[in-house]
């Protein structure tokens, strides 16, 4: 016993020394300071190309050529004037409608279309640009990543169901779980400085950052729509605003800033954004009236009525909101209808109950019965798989609860599962996204005249003065472009 305790301690003495060396070794960029820091920057940019792929496929990328020139443009400009100008900096824009923009360690900064699409100019986004590269350089993510392997918390990312069934839903990646990293005031405040400072050292005003964190705050506030992710992941301290018009001003008074000169680019920014998809785009698949229906594959399948959803390019989440069930459908590995089903048991050594042959609605089908047991905590979970042939595919079904709460649950499974079907409604399969449509303001008013002489329904003029980052009664003139919103195809 004494001498595994020795070892014990041995082994503690070491980590404790690398750890005081890796400190010793740790100079933050930003600040000069050393600082407890458990992941050197080759670790970082390896964490971020093992991350990259799991959150395109979480996402998916939105396909637009002017806007991707346009952030690499941008972002490889900024990197080169930023505390860490050899870093190798990626850009993204992610197909998702939710109003957000994060980094994680290594270069690698996201946009999504949603914030994109409430930017009203250049500066704006060139602020948060600045903000999240900010993230990388003073190595905030890395920082806490450090924090929580100390304190051992766990990196996952939500998902709708409960951790019972995280190993099916495909978040389990230690990567994602970067972005849901909650970021401390001091870091966001720093963040926000080093906005201000790159965002002004690459031309551009950076008073329109503080003006779009209002934006933000009326997202946040507005009835029935949900906290914008950028505000839940980047806490708003109450001066935000002020602070940044303050930095900004400080930033403009600096020897060789040409302040008169700094750019905004307005209608350079709306015109690149002409046709962006705006919100949830139906063609990726969508909820409606207790039914699934996706265009582009051409299917369906009935929802549980009452639980809660989630639809991402890799499934689809159903639960119900006491969490004790999954239903998801994903695309299934093999070739076979009977290769996949063995791929699916082996890769979750799971226990096969039984299988059977069966169709599905005239689709060749194979139905499995199958358990994973989990002898550590006494509990076994049920699933109930039906790997479906479709065209050239193979879709899996799967429905899982503990195995006392199963039959609770089956009837639900079966009824999605089994009326799987063709959708042939064209009303269904020719339905379009929203899409961005840039207006000229045909005469001289308020913001709500001219919503209104462009035809935008009155019940979504208080959506639209946010999106254009306006209130309803600021004054616009004649020939100012404006954002609407339409289902026609607008300049893309």
Same mark, same amino acid.
């Given at each position: 016993m004494k001498s595994i305790h020795l070892k014990f301690y041995s082994k503690v003495a070491l980590v404790l020394t690398l750890m005081v060396i890796c400190?010793?070794?740790?100079? @933050?960029?930003?600040?000069? %300071? %050393?600082e407890l820091m458990l992941m050197g920057e080759g670790q970082? #940019?390896?964490?971020?190309?093992?991350?990259?792929?799991g959150i395109i496929a979480n996402f998916g990328l939105y396909e637009d050529d002017e806007m991707?020139?346009?952030?690499?443009?941008?972002?490889?400009?900024?990197? &080169?004037? =930023? +505390?860490?100008?050899? /870093?190798?900096?990626?850009? #993204?824009?992610l197909d998702s409608p939710v109003v957000n923009a994060f980094a994680v360690p290594g270069g690698f900064v996201y946009f999504t279309r949603g914030i994109m699409a409430h930017?009203?100019?250049?500066?704006?986004?060139?602020?948060?640009?600045?903000?999240?590269?900010? +993230?990388?350089?003073?190595? +905030?993510?890395?920082?806490?990543? =450090? %924090?929580? $392997? /100390?304190?051992?918390?766990?990196?996952? &990312?939500?998902?709708?169901?409960?951790?019972d069934f995280r190993n099916y839903a495909g978040v389990a990646q230690q990567g994602l779980g970067l972005l849901f990293l909650k970021f401390g005031r001091d870091d966001e405040s720093q963040s926000d400085r080093l906005g201000v400072e790159y965002s002004t050292k690459i031309g551009y005003d950076a008073h329109e950052m503080a003006d779009f964190f209002q934006t933000l705050k009326r997202l946040s506030a507005k009835s029935g729509q949900s906290i914008p992710t950028f505000m839940s992941? +980047?806490?708003?301290?109450?001066? #935000?605003?002020? @602070?940044?018009h303050r930095l900004a001003e400080k930033w403009q008074s600096e020897p060789g800033v040409n302040k008169a000169s700094l750019k905004i680019n307005r209608n350079q920014y709306l015109q690149m954004i002409d046709g962006l998809v705006y919100g949830e785009d139906p063609r990726q698949g969508y909820f409606e009236n207790n039914m699934f229906y996706h265009p582009e594959m051409k299917?369906?399948?009935?929802?549980?009525?009452?639980?809660?959803? @989630?639809?991402?390019?890799?499934?689809?989440?159903?639960?119900?909101? !006491?969490?004790?069930?999954?239903? *998801?459908?994903? /695309?299934? =590995?093999?070739?076979?209808? =009977?290769? &996949?089903?063995?791929?699916?048991?082996?890769?979750? %050594?799971?226990?096969?109950?039984? *299988?059977?042959?069966?169709? $599905?609605?005239?689709?060749?089908?194979?139905? /499995?019965?199958?358990?994973?047991? !989990?002898?550590?905590? @006494?509990?076994a979970i049920r699933i109930l798989s039906y790997f479906i042939q479709f065209n050239n595919l193979i879709l899996q079904f799967n429905g899982m609860a503990l195995r006392e709460d199963f039959p609770r649950y089956e009837r639900f499974f079966l009824n999605t599962m089994t009326n799987f079907r063709t959708l042939t409604d064209q009303s269904k399969i020719n339905i379009a996204p929203e899409r961005i449509a840039i207006k000229t303001v045909p005469l001289n008013g308020t913001l709500q005249q001219a919503l209104s002489r462009l035809s935008v329904p009155s019940n979504r003029h208080n959506e639209l003065a946010i999106l254009n980052g306006m209130e309803l009664s600021d004054r616009v003139t004649k020939g100012m472009l404006l954002k609407t919103v339409t289902k026609q195809h607008a300049g893309k």
């Open positions: 400190w010793s070794c740790a100079v @933050n960029p930003v600040t000069g %300071k %050393k970082e #940019r390896a964490l971020g190309l093992e991350s990259d792929p991707q020139k346009f952030i690499n443009e941008k972002g490889k400009e900024m990197g &080169a004037i =930023s +505390h860490r100008p050899h /870093l190798e900096y990626q850009f #993204r824009i930017f009203n100019n250049e500066a704006e986004f060139a602020g948060v640009l600045g903000h999240e590269i900010g +993230h990388v350089t003073a190595r +905030h993510s890395a920082s806490q990543y =450090s %924090k929580q $392997v /100390l304190a051992q918390g766990a990196l996952m &990312a939500g998902v709708i169901a409960s951790e992941t +980047h806490p708003d301290p109450a001066d #935000r605003y002020n @602070n940044v299917f369906q399948y009935p929802v549980p009525t009452g639980w809660r959803t @989630n639809n991402t390019p890799q499934q689809v989440q159903m639960a119900p909101t !006491d969490n004790k069930a999954l239903l *998801q459908l994903t /695309l299934a =590995s093999g070739n076979t209808l =009977s290769e &996949a089903a063995n791929s699916f048991v082996t890769q979750g %050594k799971l226990q096969t109950i039984n *299988q059977r042959n069966t169709r $599905v609605n005239g689709y060749t089908a194979l139905a /499995l019965t199958s358990e994973q047991i !989990d002898e550590q905590n @006494n509990r």
